[in-house]
């Protein structure tokens, strides 16, 4: 008789799902209430406690799972090519950037204090690096900004594009104390961004409004 002791057990379909169950739980309840008990995350879910441990042994475990997912996320939706109707895909350099700000907003618009927890909470450094190549993608508008003169060339490009990164953010700070709208945060990253790479209200307005409902997603 052959021995299966050596097959990888594949997990069983109603843990996986339950495991589902509770990071999406657990990515609305925190949303809501930041400091939301575990056991709370549980019944959110429709689940025990005893359940919940079952799959994360603590607080800490079940951010980190929230944080990567997120940032997995994230890059799936804003990295070139991604989800993009073939040609749509913007190639000059500040159409690119607004894009990204645009694609940014829509992913973290309903999660925006969960979203603002990960990237400057405990979780920071890790989501950090799982962000790299979003970091690298946005660094490489810059500095092709930078080369073809639309950009502002004072600030070297791995500077400019940190303060970039730190634009988009503040908008979802402030989105997390005063109510904006889901139109007005696109609006206000879209601007922020634009303007730190060096261009004038006008500017940023007129490719603000050619983004195209294609390249915004």
Do not use: C, K
């Not at 589902?20 to 056991?39: I, K, M, V, W």
């Not at 944080?67 to 913007?90: C, F, H, M, S, W």
């Not at 907003?105 to 790299?132: C, F, K, S, Y």
């Amino acid at each position: 008789m052959p021995s299966t002791a050596s097959r990888p057990r594949a997990p069983r379909r109603d843990a996986t799902e339950n495991r589902e169950s509770l990071l999406l739980a657990a990515g609305t309840l925190l949303n809501r209430d930041p400091n939301a008990s575990l056991e709370a995350v549980a019944a959110e879910a429709g689940l025990s406690r005893r359940a919940l441990y079952g799959h994360f042994a603590n607080r800490d475990d079940l951010l980190r799972e929230l944080a990567l997912r997120g940032a997995a996320r994230i890059n799936a939706a804003l990295l070139p090519g991604a989800g993009a109707v073939p040609g749509a895909e913007p190639t000059d350099p500040a159409f690119q950037l607004a894009t990204v700000g645009a694609r940014l907003w829509n992913e973290v618009d309903h999660v925006r204090t969960m979203a603002l927890i990960t990237v400057r909470g405990p979780q920071a450094l890790l989501v950090g690096d799982a962000l790299l190549p979003l970091r690298e993608h946005v660094r490489g508008i810059v500095e092709r900004g930078i080369t073809d003169g639309s950009f502002r060339d004072d600030i070297d490009a791995h500077t400019l594009a940190h303060l970039i990164e730190s634009a988009a953010i503040s908008v979802l700070d402030e989105s997390t104390r005063h109510e904006i709208s889901t139109a007005e945060g696109r609006r206000l990253v879209v601007l922020s961004v634009l303007a730190l790479a060096g261009f004038g209200h006008a500017e940023a307005t007129t490719i603000l409004t050619t983004l195209t409902p294609e390249e915004e997603r």
